[in-house]
Antibody
């Protein structure tokens, strides 16, 4: 059974940093690109970042570029998101999601339960 | 403001058929497939429809998707109370190298 479990969320002051982790199990982690998607309270979904299976390709959404860094450790079946210079606008539930691509068409077939990041003084 | 445009709300009575629209542009829906996610209250999103009209195993055939040009739609027939959820469309955006989402449609079963 595919499982994605995020942790590392919490309360952080504006300007602070936080590192999220996502533990994957039930599939060959090293064969999949992985993503972070966030959802602000009462709002919709926003794609944050993606990383290819061997970390060769990394992309970020415009709102986090230059502040967030995605990484992975295939030996530990883990995905990470280092978040710096946090502001109130980054307050959200952060989900990790497995990416599947079929003939160039990509989608997220499994999501974690999410971890809440609150940025407040 | 979301890149893809969805109506904020939709409703129907049990047994009815409802549709949810999703409008985009040439850089996303116009050139890439559309996926739909269902988010039940208090839970994480789940894949509902992928590559325009494909259903993952376990998704009832009451749910169907379609795409034409730069728009897409999700249809739910035989509406049931457990279908009350938020529905999001998404499509890869060529200028972003990542997906863009609609703002979500909150479906209420009356």
């Amino acid at each position: 059974e595919v499982q994605l479990v995020e942790f590392g969320g919490g309360l952080v002051k504006p300007g602070g940093s936080l590192r999220l982790s996502c533990a994957a199990s039930g599939f060959t982690f090293s064969r999949h690109s992985m993503n972070w998607v966030r959802q602000a309270p009462g709002k919709g979904l926003e794609w944050v970042s993606s990383i290819s299976s061997s970390s060769n390709y990394i992309y970020y959404g415009d709102s986090v570029k230059g502040r967030f860094t995605i990484s992975r450790d295939n030996a530990k079946n883990s995905l990470y998101l280092q978040m710096n210079s946090l502001s109130a606008e980054d307050t959200a539930v952060y989900y990790c999601a497995r990416e599947v691509c079929n003939g160039g068409n990509c989608y997220f077939d499994y999501w974690g339960q999410g971890t809440l990041v609150t940025v407040s003084s | 403001q979301s890149v893809l445009t969805q109506p904020p709300s939709a409703s129907g009575t049990p047994g009815q058929r409802v549709t949810i629209s999703c409008s985009g542009s040439s850089s996303n829906i116009g050139s890439n497939s559309v996926n739909w996610y269902q988010q039940l209250p208090g839970t994480a999103p789940e894949l509902l429809i992928y590559i325009n009209n494909q259903r993952p195993s376990g998704v009832p055939d009451r749910f169907s998707g379609s795409k034409s040009g730069t728009s897409a739609s999700l249809a739910i027939s035989g509406l049931q109370s457990e279908d009350e959820a938020d529905y999001y469309c998404a499509a890869w955006d060529d200028s972003l190298n990542g997906p863009v989402f609609g703002g979500g449609t909150q479906l209420t079963v009356l």
